[in-house]
T-cell receptor
Framework: DGGITQSPKYLFRKEGQNVTLSCEQN?????MYWYRQDPGQGLRLIYYSQIVNDFQKGDIAEGYSVSREKKESFPLTVTSAQKNPTAFYLC????????????????FGPGTRLTVL | AQSVAQPEDQVNVAEGNPLTVKCTYS??????LFWYVQYPNRGLQFLLK??????LVKGSYGFEAEFNKSQTSFHLKKPSALVSDSALYFC?????????????FGRGTSLIVHP
């Protein structure tokens, strides 16, 4: 059963603490993405990666970090520098990123809800 | 730069009636357009897309969307709404010609279908 998994489903963070959200895919997709979703604001891109060992900042990267050591994994760390991290976090993937493959839709994981205590 | 507008935060419709969720877009090159649905506390699910060809695109769960190049719109439609269609709907656009491959999403439209 192919797809994207995210863990944990719910996560609680104390002030000043770093937390890492997991994202794994077995779709053999090259591109992976992290989005933050807040009520009424749609999806905002945090980081994306086109290929292993390479990633780029999105629109709201401050306070977040990522790694892409394996094709199937793209973990997101929410650092203590992110002052308002309470949100719903979505991971997504899509096939190759060459211009000829832009017609491909994204596949989304089930999300992680992060709450700051 | 590319952008997507979903002018309605919320759409209310009675079960059995037709529904329309509106989307307009702006992109430099050829538009690749997508609709996704999100149920509460879940990830987004792909519904349908327009790449080229027939302006009327059919997708999952009886949904369809009409591409209108002159009006730069890609409205989502369904002939007869179900209560189970109640969810958050997102429109997205990608430039099919060049530039960034990152899609741009609208802010989402909450569809509420009343019994």
């Amino acid at each position: 059963d192919g797809g994207i998994t995210q863990s944990p489903k719910y996560l609680f963070r104390k002030e000043g603490q770093n937390v890492t959200l997991s994202c794994e895919q077995n779709l053999n997709h090259d591109a992976m993405y992290w989005y933050r979703q807040d009520p009424g604001q749609g999806l905002r891109l945090i980081y994306y990666s086109q290929i292993v060992n390479d990633f780029q900042k999105g629109d709201i990267a401050e306070g977040y970090s990522v790694s892409r050591e394996k094709k199937e994994s793209f973990p997101l760390t929410v650092t203590s520098a992110q002052k308002n991290p309470t949100a719903f976090y979505l991971c997504a993937s899509s096939p190759q990123t060459q211009s000829g493959d832009r017609y491909n839709e994204q596949f989304f994981g089930p999300g992680t809800r992060l709450t700051v205590l | 730069a590319q952008s997507v507008a979903q002018p309605e935060d919320q759409v209310n419709v009675a079960e059995g009636n037709p529904l329309t969720v509106k989307c307009t877009y702006s992109v430099s090159g050829n538009p690749y357009l997508f609709w996704y649905v999100q149920y509460p506390n879940r990830g987004l699910q792909f519904l349908l897309k327009y790449i080229t060809g027939d302006n009327l695109v059919k997708g999952s769960y009886g949904f369809e969307a009409e591409f209108n190049k002159s009006q730069t719109s890609f409205h989502l439609k369904k002939p007869s709404a179900l209560v189970s269609d109640s969810a958050l709907y997102f429109c997205a656009v990608r430039d099919g010609t060049g530039g960034s491959y990152i899609p741009t999403f609208g802010r989402g439209t909450s569809l509420i279908v009343h019994p």
